[in-house]
Nanobody, 122 residues
């Protein structure tokens, strides 16, 4: 199983970016999907999450500016980021819970994407 994140880059304050994270590999289904971020010198923090039924949750710092969504047919989660601020600068990581099946039976396994850098600066 693999998560491939993309869409990061340099944007001016007030601008927008859309991150994507596509899952590939062998799995039965995907449960929760999330975006985290880690700024230089800070701990990784949860930005937004979405269940397989579409229920969402957000960090207070991004409510009203960021929107998480997913396309289950494409096994992809998105993060639309609007009104970006310099404090949003960080490496953004996607994370998901996969239901897998192997000779040990069914198991939920947690995977991380490789991260994509978002820089908000004028």
């Amino acid at each position: 199983v693999q998560l491939q994140a993309s869409g990061g880059g340099l944007v001016q304050p007030g601008g927008s970016l859309r991150l994507s994270c596509a899952a590939s590999g062998s799995f039965v289904s995907i449960k929760g999907m999330r975006w985290y971020r880690q700024a230089p010198g800070k701990q990784r923090e949860l930005v937004a999450g979405i269940t397989n039924e579409g229920t969402t949750n957000y960090a207070d710092s991004v409510k009203g500016r960021f929107t998480i969504s997913r396309d289950n047919a494409k096994n992809t989660v998105y993060l639309q980021m609007n009104s970006l601020k310099p404090e949003d600068t960080a490496v953004y990581y996607c994370n998901a819970d996969f239901l897998t099946s192997d000779n040990l039976g069914y198991r939920f396994l947690d995977y991380w994407g490789q991260g994509t850098l978002v820089t908000v600066s004028s």
